[in-house]
Nanobody, 123 residues
Framework: QVQLVESGGGLVQPGGSLRLSCAAS????????IGWFRQAPGKGREGISC????????YYKDSVTGRFTISRDNAKNTVYLQMNSLKPEDTAIYYC????????????????WGQGTQVTVSS
């Protein structure tokens, strides 16, 4: 059974860091494009980063560029999202998702989703 499980969320002060993990079971992550999305209360789901399978291309939403880093560990079948210099506006539920081999900006294009992990940035 295909399954994605996120972990690593929590409460952090502004300026702090968290590393989210997206672990896969039932399939090999490096054959897929993996996107990170987030959804804040009362807002839609937005894509914030993606790493493709075909050529390893990486994409970031402008608001996280320079602060967030996406990476793969194929041996662990896991994708990470390192989040630094966190801001209160980064507060949201963070999801990872898998699709084909190429990244896509629309969440509807992704086939497999994790359950999400809560990130709260507050003093």
């Amino acid at each position: 059974q295909v399954q994605l499980v996120e972990s690593g969320g929590g409460l952090v002060q502004p300026g702090g860091s968290l590393r989210l993990s997206c672990a896969a079971s039932g399939f090999t992550l490096d054959y897929y494009a993996i996107g990170w999305f987030r959804q804040a209360p009362g807002k839609g789901r937005e894509g914030i980063s993606c790493i493709s399978s075909s050529d390893g291309s990486i994409y970031y939403k402008d608001s996280v560029t320079g602060r967030f880093t996406i990476s793969r560990d194929n041996a662990k079948n896991t994708v990470y999202l390192q989040m630094n210099s966190l801001k209160p506006e980064d507060t949201a539920i963070y999801y990872c998702a898998a699709r084909g081999t190429l990244c896509h900006s629309a969440h509807e294009a992704y086939d497999h989703w994790g359950q999400g992990t809560q990130v709260t940035v507050s003093s």
